[in-house]
Each structure stands twice: as structure tokens, then as C-alpha cells.
DNA sequence: AAGGCGTTTTCATTGCGTGAAACCGGATGG
DNA sequence: CCATCCGGTTTCACGCAATGAAAACGCCTT
């Protein structure tokens, strides 16, 4: 945690800050005796920490169990962080096209360069049975073994790819993930050439996914789109049959970002 | 902005939750001087808020046009409150089979009593053409002019809502919108004995709700479940048919929530 | 009644957050 | 080409706001 004591920071908010960061998925919940022990911090300067959060509706107490958890505030933020995306936006009715021919889920990501992980910013539910859960809209994949983490780190310098893998490792989450960093980078540089990504069941167990980049006026990867589906109706071949059709999406996304092309 | 200033509060903090609340879906971008004219800040106190921010990704800068914005890291915080959820993770087998029987968009929201307003906490999209844009999960609607936010006033207290409404006003969305506070308390009451609420073209042009309360073990309305769907298909006399399914569905759901019943 | 646990309040200390003002660097324009 | 402006960055000295220690409180269990 806590990358701070930058020169400028203010210790207080990145105390905040640490605090709320503090909550996760596998822990939602703590009293006010855990967090100040966790964060080194006095019972009473975490106490005011705490209640400042409060009143604004960031920590919530009273679920029975009596402890502090995440409140509905925390909502709020990522509301207006994702209506003020233009590329949310520009991307959306060409998704919709996409989706409307291949019947399958539609994702829109974007690459969180410091972490290499994939947030997802829109989800269109594929229109057959067997939809996929599990993703979410500001939810977080990591990038290495998704279609669409895949097509933006292969736009990545090979330096920044060497230095994070070889620190943090490429995990495994199924028997077809990539786990050698070598073996990656030899796939990225494919994928750059043919512009195209595919995960074939490296993150989840039968789901298989095509994506391809997303470019901006600078030229620069801003994003990317994914087909995904259940590997039955996903085959390899019709993986590489939606190629075309994913090509021209993000070719139609990209001009609407500014892409001279 | 800030009802800050309690007698435990932390001014940074509390400075620095003003600044982020600074930004919303109408401006999202402001230069830092933008912001210190705003938060009555001096420009240096302004920087090293930002500085603070920026270094975890509350706000980014480099939107070619240099200004700053909210960034990425905003989308966490919302999506560990909603992954902690248990409402949610319960509603949701039984949100789906009330999808699959009538077609229609389901949507699950809790009030936020402090403003009036429901919170979209899951939404499953229709399976016929015509699909809700415009909802999403974590935004905000007004309470007095749709299904959920109606079935959950009905159990305020009236003082409650007496308070807040005379204070505020009843903005008018469409020309069905209730805007008369004894009207609305009224239809409350209808609403609170018959456990159902309907939104008849009040919030948005052309689109009905019906939608039921769901109750916890402590027999506390906890949150609320809707139908909605273009006003063509969604006729008030269906809105009523839909009447017992709802209800069925939001039973079930508080049984899971604990609800003796 | 006593003890334990988590929260709230008090209080004195000082280091941290603060505003003022100087400085920088790029854009504008005369 | 210099002057000006406008954002952003840095420096600095001041004093209060944030802090930790410790005590008080409330609630539950023993």
C-alpha cells in the first residue's frame, strides 16, 4: 500500500486515502481498532479519519455486525469518471452494431499501464443463452491471459513489459494460460502485426475472446473491444472468422476518436 | 457543498473529498486554478490536493486539452462496495428468473434517504428490441417519480418526507410527473398498502415501472425491484399483471435477506 | 460486580498543512 | 523580439490543525 510521501503529499488525505483503500472484496468490513492497527495509525486520528468519511457517505456503519464497511458514496465518483469518457460514448453504437451481428457479449476496456490489468468501462450481454457474469463495468482482469489486456500491451514498449512481468510474475489462472514471459512476448509481437488479440481459455475456464485496439488522433492505443462467448459456440475457427468483423469496428471507433485513417 | 466541519472532522480531507466532489458529469475538467477559486483555496494547497490525488489516480491530467479530471482509480472504490453487497448477490438468481418470465429490463436500487434519490445497485437488460439505455448501475434517479424510489418512500415516515419535499420541491420530469406533495403522500399510502408501486410515464417519456420493496429480518425495507419497459408494451393494465410476479419475486428475495415471512 | 473490548472525548504538543509570494515556462500578441 | 499573461511549481515562515497518549464511556460477557 501507500506509494506516498511524494514531496507534496498531504499526509492526512493519503491517511484517508490508505483507509478506504484499506476495504476489498475479500475484507469489506472492520472495526475501528483493525484499521488503526493496520494502518499504524492512534485509535483517535483514525476515529476522526472515519468520521469525516462518514458524514459524506464514503464509510457506512450499522450492518449489524456493527463494523465499518464501504457506503453508497463511493459510487458516485466513478459514475462521473465514466459519463465524462468520450470514448465511452463514440464506442457505445458501434458496439451495439457489433454485437447485433455476432450475438455475443461485447466488452470495452482500457489498459491500466501500472498495474497491467484491464478495466472495463462498457459490457454488452450477448443475446444467446449462457451469458457471461463475472465481468462487470469498472470491474478489473488482469492483462496478460484477456483478448483485450492482450491487443493493448502489445503496443507496449518491450522494456516496461520485461520490468513488470519479471517483478510480478505472469499468473496462472487455467491450464492454457501464458506463464513465460518469452512466450508472451513473442505472441504480443504477432498480435501487433496482425492488429488482433485472442484469448483461447487463458483467463477463465471455457470462454474464449477476440479483441483488437482502439487508436486515437495521436495515434495512440486508447482502448479496445472484445467478442467473448462460451468456448462451444467460440471455436478457435470462429474466432478467427469474427477477425474482420472486429477489425472494422475498431477501425469505425477509432476514426470517431479522431484516427487519421 | 460540505456539511463538513463537525467537531472530529479533518480539514484536508474534508478539502480534498470537496475537490473531487467538484467534478461532475456537466464539468468534468478544471484547471488547477479553476479549482482553487471553487474550494476558496490557495493555489499551492490546490496543487499539493492534486499532487496527493493524482499519485493514486483520483485524477489524471493530459486530456489534450491539460486540465485536470477524475482518473481511473475512482471506479474502485464503487466496485468493492457493490462486490460486499449481500442484497445483491442474493436478489440476483431470483432478478434473473423474473427476467427470463416477462421480458422486460430488472432493475434492483436502494434509496438513499438523505437525498431522496435510488441507487441502481444491478440491472438486467430486456431480451426484447428496445432496450434501456440511460440506467446504469451506481446512477442515481429521484425517488418520487419512479416505481423504486416510490415503493421505498412509502415506508418513510411522512414527517420525512413532509421535511425534505417542502424544502426542495417536487421537480417535474413529464407532464405525469406528481408535483403536489399531499398528492404524492397520498398515492404513498395507496402504495404502502398495496406493497406495489407503479411509475406511469413520470420520470422518463415513455417507459412504465412496476416495482416492490424488498425487507430484511429485521422487517426494514432494505431495497426495491423493478419491471420496466416501453410504455407501447408496457401498458398501465400490464403493469398491473405483472402485479403478482413481482410481488412473488421480492418475497422470495426478502426470505433470503433474512425476512420471517 | 468485574473485566474486556471497541468507541468517544479530552488535552497538550508540534509537525504538518497552509497562504503569500516568488519563480518558471509556454502561449499570445503587439 | 520583448512584454504580458496564465497556468503550474517551488520556496518559506507561521501557527493552527492534526496528532498520539491516556482517560472516560458504554456495552457485552463472565
Redesign the interface.
Known amino acids: 500500500m501507500s ?2 510521501s ?1 514531496r ?7 491517511r ?2 490508505d483507509l ?1 483503500d484499506t ?3 475479500s475484507e ?2 472492520f472495526t475501528l481498532t483493525e484499521l488503526a492497527s493496520r494502518l499504524g495509525l492512534s485509535a483517535s486520528t483514525t ?3 472515519l ?3 462518514e ?4 464509510v457506512e456503519r450499522g450492518n449489524q455486525s456493527g463494523g465499518y ?4 458514496t ?11 469518457l468520450d470514448l465511452r460514448e463514440r464506442a457505445l453504437p458501434v458496439m451495439e452494431a457489433l454485437r447485433e451481428e455476432c450475438k455475443e457479449t461485447v466488452h470495452l476496456g ?1 489498459l ?1 499501464g ?1 498495474r497491467m490489468e484491464v ?1 472495463y468501462l462498457e459490457k454488452l ?1 450477448g443475446l444467446l443463452p449462457v451469458v457471461m457474469r463475472g465481468s ?5 482482469v488482469p492483462a496478460h491471459c484477456t483478448a483485450l489486456g492482450k491487443c493493448m500491451l502489445a503496443y507496449l514498449p518491450e522494456a516496461a513489459l520485461h520490468d513488470f512481468y519479471t517483478h510480478v510474475g505472469l499468473r496462472s489462472y487455467t491450464p492454457h494460460t501464458i506463464t513465460d514471459l518469452n512466450e508472451l512476448l513473442r505472441e504480443l509481437k504477432e498480435t501487433s502485426r496482425k492488429g488482433l488479440a485472442i484469448d483461447d481459455i487463458e483467463h477463465e475456464l471455457s470462454v474464449r475472446c477476440v479483441a483488437a485496439p482502439v487508436w486515437n488522433h495521436k495515434k495512440a492505443v486508447v482502448g479496445a473491444i472484445s467478442v467473448s462467448g462460451p468456448a462451444n459456440r467460440m471455436s478457435k475457427k470462429r474466432c478467427h472468422e469474427l477477425g474482420p468483423l472486429i477489425r472494422d469496428t475498431v477501425l469505425e471507433v477509432s476514426r470517431r476518436m479522431g484516427y487519421p485513417g
Do not use: K
Request: some cysteine; charged content about 20%.
Open positions: 506509494r506516498n511524494n507534496y503529499h498531504v499526509r492526512a488525505v493519503d484517508a486515502l478506504l476495504f476489498s472484496t469489506p468490513e476515529y476522526r479519519l468520521v469525516t468519511l458524514s459524506r457517505g464514503y464497511s464501504l457506503g453508497v463511493c459510487l458516485d465518483l466513478g459514475n462521473v469518471f465514466l459519463s465524462q482500457i491500466d501500472n478495466i450481454e462487470r463495468v469498472g470491474g478489473r
